[in-house]
T-cell receptor, first 112, second 114 residues
Framework: KNQVEQSPQSLIILEGKNCTLQ??????????LRWYKQDTGRGPVSLTI?????NTKSNGRYTATLDADTKQSSLHITASQLSDSASYIC???????????FGSGTQLTVLP | GAGVSQSPSNKVTEKGKDVELRCDPI?????LYWYRQSLGQGLEFLIY????????KSGLPSDRFSAERTGGSVSTLTIQRTQQEDSAVYLC????????????FGPGTRLLVL
């Protein structure tokens, strides 16, 4: 069964600090790995998409890494801002619309 | 439009009533998805439309759930004889092409069944 596990479930950090969110996936076949940001009361917004051949991809202060051998991904947020407070969702894609497996997300809170 | 829109944004209904949720995808996007998000849970796939192909309904949890997409654009998700366990956020997403493309999500419809 395809699964995506995220950790931690929740995280509280001070503004300006860095943090790293983890994602482990068990998906076969594997096509790509996505990170989404979901603000409270809004739909998810795509941050990055990485295929198995990509090790790292950045989007501003967000940097995602992917290790296809260990089936692990991380999302690193640099110099956090209050607006980074959101749920961050890891999604593994197997190649068909049916086979998008969503993690339950990491709830990040950035405090002033 | 500029993005995916959904209506209503919130819906409160009584158990046993039927509800209709609407999704307007981004113009030109051929793929449209419906998901359900329960509190503290990951998104659950419901149904997928791609162009004029038959929809993938494999995620619909029961025969009380149905969806249609008219003219390859607007989609309606219908839940008949609602139950309390249907309470969730229903999210719609669209993408330019199926598969590996980025999905663009709407804000969701928050459904509460009393």
């Amino acid at each position: 069964k395809n699964q995506v596990e995220q950790s931690p479930q929740s995280l509280i950090i001070l503004e300006g600090k860095n943090c790293t969110l983890q994602c482990n996936y068990t998906v076969s076949p594997f096509s790509n790995l996505r990170w989404y940001k979901q603000d409270t009361g809004r739909g998810p917004v795509s941050l990055t998409i990485m295929t198995f051949s990509e090790n790292t991809k950045s989007n501003g202060r967000y940097t995602a890494t992917l290790d296809a051998d260990t089936k692990q991904s991380s999302l690193h947020i640099t110099a956090s801002q209050l607006s980074d407070s959101a749920s961050y969702i890891c999604v593994a894609f197997s190649g068909s619309a049916r086979q998008l497996t969503f993690g339950s997300g990491t709830q990040l809170t950035v405090l002033p | 439009g500029a993005g995916v829109s959904q209506s209503p944004s919130n819906k409160v209904t009584e158990k046993g009533k039927d509800v209709e949720l609407r999704c307007d995808p981004i113009s030109g996007h051929t793929a449209l998805y419906w998901y359900r998000q329960s509190l503290g849970q990951g998104l659950e796939f419901l149904i997928y439309f791609q162009g004029n192909s038959a929809p993938d309904k494999s995620g619909l949890p029961s025969d009380r759930f149905s969806a249609e997409r008219t003219g390859g654009s607007v989609s309606t998700l219908t839940i008949q004889r609602t139950q309390q366990e249907d309470s969730a956020v229903y999210l719609c997403a669209s993408s330019l092409t199926p598969g590996g493309e980025t999905q663009y999500f709407g804000p969701g419809t928050r459904l509460l069944v009393l």
